[in-house]
């Protein structure tokens, strides 16, 4: 798990689950702390996490984004994927997804998935593109 235990609202403390592909990175990086030391330790300040995306990009060969990017990032693919708002809110730490929607979530992603759990719902995905059966 990932606590984040300050946060600007109270919606922002919080812990959320590690994904499994970098779960034994951080576990490298954690072996030798107690449960409250500060993972990335004191060496960590202000700017490290833009600069250390900034130096990832640069090896990957990719435009260079800022760690906030990649929150809208995530929460736009959160919501093609059909994450609900509430849950990318709440990953974002975030009070409400009207806080996410206009700063993070794109808003033809917020309205494409809208449009496409409609059309799951009704049964209209499958029958636009022939797999309808006898529908």
């Known amino acids: 798990m990932l606590v984040i235990p300050r946060a600007k609202t109270r919606a922002g403390v919080r812990r ?13 990086l954690a072996s030798d702390k107690e449960p409250n030391d500060a993972l990335f330790g004191p060496t960590a300040h202000r700017w490290w996490l833009r600069l250390a995306v900034r130096r990832i990009c640069g090896i990957a060969k990719t435009p260079v984004v800022s ?13 093609q994927a059909g994450v609900t708002g509430d849950a990318v809110a709440a990953a974002l730490g975030h009070e409400s997804f009207a806080v996410t929607t206009p700063h993070y ?3 033809e992603s917020v309205s494409g998935a809208r ?9 209209l995905r499958n029958f636009r593109d022939g797999s309808a059966g006898d529908r």
């Open 16 to 28: 959320l689950r590690i994904p499994d592909i970098p779960q034994p990175l951080l576990g490298a």
């Open 67 to 79: 760690p906030h990017g990649l929150r809208g990032t995530h929460a736009t693919l959160a919501v």
């Open 105 to 107: 979530a794109k808003p």
């Open 115 to 123: 449009t496409h759990q409609i059309e799951e719902r009704l049964g």
